[in-house]
């Protein structure tokens, strides 16, 4: 980009968000078929739409003259993580408003549920009539945007409005690098814009500089999903223990328990047949069956009953004992709970090219965790699994014997799980990190605040 400062710097910079903006619309436009059938076939993106075109809720404006933090969390994975990243603003800031934004609408649910409906929105699209009316009704005086949201229009216009803005538990996965370097030229101008970046790893710190961040706003504060707690057990995981359990000892199962988590389309297929293989030698054992995706419940359910296997639905269960069956668990945040009840955990979306999904769920209960070999989403994670014997990493191929041989051997399933705890515990104190990382830049802008009355930073 042109020097800072000169005429032509500022018409370079004008020129490249119109083009971004326009690229963006046009974008949309095209693509609107495909969210109107989604909308209609599934009812998603319909939530909060008014919302994301910048109508800003009564709610959020009842207490505007408040000093405000905005923490965006994407979806259900970053809500998790930076819970405690909020709690803990909350109880260092007691006289700013703490909001939050989401994207997807499972976001919105758990974010409501934990923080108040209250103080939960749907972020804005990447247009400035749609963020303008947010800025000018929170004036938040620190965003924080959790894992890697560069929305260009956003950060400048958050910036301009007099925002410290930090990019927390930022991770620039295998998948997503080649995208950034390939518009290299660009990036640098849109990632002035952030103040501080809080990299999961070294390797994280290493692509953001590589991508054109800064390196003196570039720090590694460590994974806050190593640091989330166990969540609190809801009531199906009591009633699901009685029907597993032995009589008279409702803490031990009476039959081996597979728990396959977030699992994607052409996963279930090769799971349910390596289910039927526990069947012959455990004729009672269950799987607890969690498709990632609410609007493929039916599909999954139709699934395992071409399969002629057992079904037992989530949503339908009165409490029967449950045996030689798939418990198909068709509800929303009631998966990472259930881990706690796995003879052997398999943590799905990486049997498929999708990048796999966090298992650290099940790390926390210390169960033996079973993940494919597409993991590339999580892979520092998953490697430092692997450096402690903490998980076992298989192919199609290999999964019924992993499978079969984990619920056989106990030993072994006691040493896995282990592992898997020690491994978590050993990677826990981001959000220490993190907090004390925004609590100096909430510092750095009360003395920016203190220093001048206004004025470009």
Partial sequence: ?????????????????????????????????????????HGKYRAGLRQRLGAVSSALRANSGKPTIWVHAVSVGEVVASSAVVEELRRQFPSHRVLISTTTSTGQKLAAKRFGEENVFYFPLDFGFAIRPYLEALR???????????WPNFLRLARKSGARIAVINCRISDRSYPNYKRIRRWLPGVLDDVDL???????????????????????????????????????IVGSLRAALGEPGNPTALAWPVVVCGS???????????????????HPKATMILAPRHPERFAEVAALVEKLDIQLVRRSLWSGEPLAGCVFLLDSIGELAALYSLATVAFVGGSLVPRGGHNILEPALYGVPIVTGTHYENFRSIVNVFLSRNAVRVVGLADLPLVFMELIGNETQRATLGRNALAA??????????????????????????????????
């Fill in 1 to 41: 980009m042109p020097p800072e400062g000169s005429a032509g710097s500022k018409m370079g910079v004008s020129l490249t968000y119109a083009v971004y903006t326009a690229l963006l619309a046009l974008s949309l436009i095209l693509t609107l078929p495909y969210w109107l059938l989604q909308m209609l076939r």
């Fill in 263 to 281: 699992t994607l389309e052409d996963e279930e297929a090769p799971l349910l047949a390596a289910f039927h293989n526990i069947l012959a030698t």
């Fill in 197 to 235: 970046f809080l990299g999961q790893t070294e390797e994280d710190k290493k692509r953001l500089l590589n991508i054109g961040a800064a390196e003196d706003r570039v720090r590694v504060a460590g994974n806050l999903k190593f640091d989330v707690a166990p969540p609190p057990a809801p009531k």
């Fill in 424 to 457: 978590l515990e050993s990677q826990r104190g981001a959000t220490a990190n993190t907090i004390n990382a925004l609590v100096a830049l909430m510092g750095q802008k009360s003395g920016e605040n203190t220093a001048s009355s206004g004025g470009k930073r």
């Fill in 140 to 150: 938040p005086e620190l965003c924080v945007i959790a894992e890697t949201e560069f």
